[in-house]
């Protein structure tokens, strides 16, 4: 049974900072890409950040480039994001996903697997 479980979300203030963790079971860890996706109520689920199986390749949304930081850990099996300098926009559930491909990797619609999300709120 793949399991991918998030942790690390809460209400902080505008400029602050936040780790979230995504722990994965179930799946050979090193043969998935993985990426955090956001989604506010409403509205759809938007890429935040991407890494490859090994880390050598990362992408960034627009709006948090600069500002937050994808990394995995493939010995613990759990991709991290480092959000820094948090704005109320990036108010939203974080959720984490496992691709197998590399293809496409910014399409929350190409992903195989999907934790349940973490919510998290900044406050102006």
């Known amino acids: 049974q793949v399991q991918l479980v998030e942790s690390g979300g809460g209400l902080v203030q505008a400029g602050d900072s936040l780790r979230l963790s995504c722990a994965v079971s179930g799946l050979t860890f090193s043969d998935y890409n993985m990426g955090w996706f956001r989604q506010d109520p409403g509205k759809e689920r938007d890429v935040v950040a991407v890494i490859s199986r090994v880390g050598g390749y990362t992408l960034y949304a627009d709006s948090v480039q600069g500002r937050f930081t994808i990394s995995r850990d493939n010995a613990k099996n759990t991709v991290y994001l480092q959000m820094n300098t948090l704005r109320p926009e990036d108010t939203a559930i974080y959720y984490c996903?496992?691709?197998?491909?590399?293809?496409?990797?910014?399409?929350?619609?190409?992903?195989?697997?999907w934790g349940q999300g973490t919510q998290v709120t900044v406050s102006s």
């Open positions: 996903a496992a691709r197998e491909s590399i293809v496409d990797l910014t399409a929350s619609d190409k992903y195989d697997y």
